[in-house]
C-alpha cells in the first residue's frame, strides 16, 4: 500500500478523494481486467436468457383489462401499461397520446463498497435481463424493484440486500432517490445507494470486486456497464477541490480543465443559485397536463398482430416476450415490454469557459416526470422519430452533435437502456467538444460546471437518467490518459 493510499484511507480522508485514488488506481485492483474479462465470458456462458416475442394474449400471468384495455400482472404487482393523454401548450409538439408504463413501487440500485489495501473498490453484479441486445451486463450489487425483493414471483432472495435495507448501521457514501426514463414511465423512481462495509464480505457466484478505476475504462465498451450501474456511479460525490493532487493533470487543455470543473472553487459562467432560480422558474413556468386514460382506443396507437404500435411506425411498440433464463432468481417468466423504434441519440456539448470545463444543459419536459422538468443531455433524441414531425420539432444541437468533427468527439460508446422494461433500447452517448458561442442565450440552456451536476446529484430529480450516465462517462475522462485504452488516448490528446 503506498503512502498516499494509506491517508486517502483514513477516516479523515475526504471520500472524494478516496474515490479519486480508486479511479487512479485503474488496473490494480484485486481482479485486473484481464482476469475479469475471462471471469465475464465464463459466467456469460452459465447465465442465459432465451426472449422470443409472444403475443401480448399470450402473457402467462397478465391479463387485459376487459373494460380498459389496460395490461396488467395478475398478482395487482410488478407494473402495468396503460394509457396517457399530455398536453404541454408551449411543447414544439403540443398533444399527444401513448402507452406508458405504470409502476408506483420504489425499487432498490445500490453499490456494496470496501477497500482492498487502501482503495475502494465496487462489488459488481453480472446479469442477465430479458431486454439487453447481448444478454449479461455488469449491474449493481442489487438491482431490484419491491416485488422483486419481496419475492412476489416466488424465486430466490436477492443476495446482498440486508445490506441495503438498514444502511445506518453502515457508512452511506450516497443516499438519493431519482427518476427514471420520463417518456416511459409514469413517475418511477429508485433508490440510488453506495454504502462502504469495513467487514469481510463473501463473494457471491457472479459478482466481483472492480476498483473505479477499472470500471471507468469498462464504460467505454459497447453494451457492457448498464443502465443502473452507470445512474449509481454518477450519485457518488465525485468533485473536489484536491482532485489534482490524486488525478495529476495530463498535457493539453482538455484533462486540467476537467479537473477545475470539478472544484468547487474553479470558477463557473453561472452561480449555483443562479442555476436553481433557472430550474424553479422553468418548473413554474411549465404547463403540463397529464391524464391516465385507457390503453385501449389511444389516439394514434393500434393493438394489431399481437402488439401495441404506432400508426406512423414510429416511436416505440408495446411487444410480449416469453422469457427463459439462469442466473435470475426466476428462471421462466412472460411480460409486456417496450421496444423504441431507432437508435437513440444522447450527448453533451462541453467547453472551456475561462480555463474550465462547462456542459450545456437543457431544462427538459417530459410527461413521467416527479417535478415537471429536469435537467438533461444537450442532445436526447432517437432522430427516426422525427422523421414524422415537423421541422421545427428537430432538436437543437442534434446536427452539431451529428457533425463532429472526430478530434471533438472526447466520449463515444454505444450503451443500453434498463433491459427489465425496454427491448433492445441502445443509445449512442457521445461528449463533444463544442464551439458553440459561450454567449448563447436561450432560456431552455445553461453552461454548468461538473461540480455543479455533483452537486445537484445529491438531491432527487435534478438530473435525468441520461444525464446521469453521462456524467459518469465525463468522469470516466479524469482517468490518467495513459491508464485509458489506445483508442481513447488518441481521442483524448
Known amino acids: 500500500m503506498t503512502d498516499r493510499s494509506a491517508l486517502l484511507s483514513s477516516e479523515s480522508s475526504p471520500t472524494p478523494l478516496r474515490i479519486a485514488e ?71 409538439v403540443g398533444a399527444w397520446s401513448q402507452p406508458i408504463i405504470n409502476q408506483p413501487e420504489v425499487g432498490v440500485l445500490g453499490i456494496l463498497v470496501k477497500e482492498f489495501d487502501g482503495v475502494l473498490h465496487c462489488l459488481m453484479q453480472a446479469k442477465v435481463e430479458p431486454g439487453n441486445s447481448n444478454g449479461l451486463q455488469l449491474s449493481p450489487t442489487v438491482q431490484a424493484t419491491r416485488s422483486n425483493y419481496t419475492r412476489v414471483h416466488g424465486g ?6 440486508e445490506y441495503f435495507q438498514d444502511p445506518a448501521r453502515r457508512r452511506v457514501l450516497a443516499d438519493v432517490r431519482q427518476s427514471e426514463q420520463g417518456s416511459a414511465f409514469h413517475r418511477k423512481r429508485n433508490r440510488n445507494i453506495v454504502v462502504e462495509v469495513p467487514e469481510d464480505v463473501e463473494v457471491a457466484d457472479g459478482f466481483r470486486w472492480l476498483t473505479l478505476g477499472q470500471l471507468h475504462r469498462l464504460l467505454a465498451a459497447e453494451d457492457l456497464i448498464n443502465m443502473d450501474a452507470r445512474t449509481v456511479l454518477s450519485c457518488l460525490p465525485f468533485a473536489h477541490g484536491e482532485l489534482a493532487s490524486v488525478l495529476e493533470p495530463a498535457a493539453g487543455d482538455f484533462h486540467p480543465a476537467l ?27 411549465a404547463e403540463v397536463h397529464t391524464r391516465r386514460v385507457p390503453l385501449a382506443g389511444l ?13 406512423s411506425g414510429a416511436f416505440f411498440d408495446v411487444i410480449g416476450v416469453r422469457v427463459e433464463a439462469g442466473g435470475r432468481e426466476v428462471g421462466r417468466w412472460t411480460q409486456p415490454m417496450v421496444d423504441p423504434i431507432g437508435m437513440g441519440v444522447v450527448a453533451f456539448l462541453v467547453r472551456e469557459i475561462g480555463g474550465v470545463l462547462h456542459v450545456l444543459m437543457n431544462t427538459r419536459i417530459e410527461a413521467g416526470y416527479m417535478d415537471v422538468v429536469e435537467l438533461a443531455p444537450t442532445v436526447q433524441c432517437t432522430p427516426h422519430s422525427y422523421e414524422h414531425l415537423p421541422p421545427e420539432a428537430r432538436p437543437l444541437f442534434l446536427d452539431t452533435v451529428l457533425d463532429a468533427a472526430p478530434e471533438q468527439i472526447r466520449f463515444q460508446t454505444v450503451l443500453s437502456e434498463e433491459g ?17 458561442d459561450v454567449r448563447f442565450q436561450h432560456p431552455e440552456f445553461r453552461w454548468m460546471t461538473v461540480q455543479q451536476l455533483v452537486e445537484l446529484l445529491r438531491h432527487s430529480h435534478y438530473l435525468n437518467i441520461q444525464a446521469r450516465s453521462l456524467v459518469a462517462c465525463l468522469q470516466s475522462l479524469l482517468m490518467p490518459p495513459d491508464e485509458a485504452p489506445a483508442a481513447e488516448r488518441e481521442v483524448r490528446s
Open 259 to 285: 479537473l477545475r470543473s470539478c472544484d468547487p472553487g474553479g470558477g463557473s459562467l453561472h452561480s449555483t443559485g443562479d442555476i436553481l432560480s433557472w430550474i424553479t422558474e422553468a418548473r413554474t413556468r
Open 299 to 311: 389516439p394514434g396507437w393500434r393493438r394489431e398482430e399481437g402488439r401495441i404500435s404506432h400508426e
Open 420 to 436: 427489465g422494461r425496454f427491448y433492445h433500447a441502445r443509445n449512442r452517448y457521445l461528449i463533444v467538444e463544442s464551439d458553440v
Open 22 to 92: 480508486s479511479v487512479r488506481a485503474g488496473d490494480d485492483g484485486v481482479t485486473s481486467l484481464a482476469d475479469f474479462h475471462r471471469w465475464y465470458e465464463d459466467v456469460g456462458k452459465r447465465s442465459y436468457a432465451r426472449v422470443d416475442r409472444v403475443p401480448l394474449d399470450e402473457l402467462t400471468g397478465w391479463e387485459t383489462d376487459p373494460g380498459t384495455g389496460n395490461i396488467r400482472h395478475h398478482t395487482g404487482r410488478f407494473f402495468t401499461v396503460e394509457g396517457l393523454e399530455v398536453r404541454i401548450p408551449a411543447n414544439r
Open 156 to 161: 430466490r432472495p436477492v443476495p446482498y440486500l
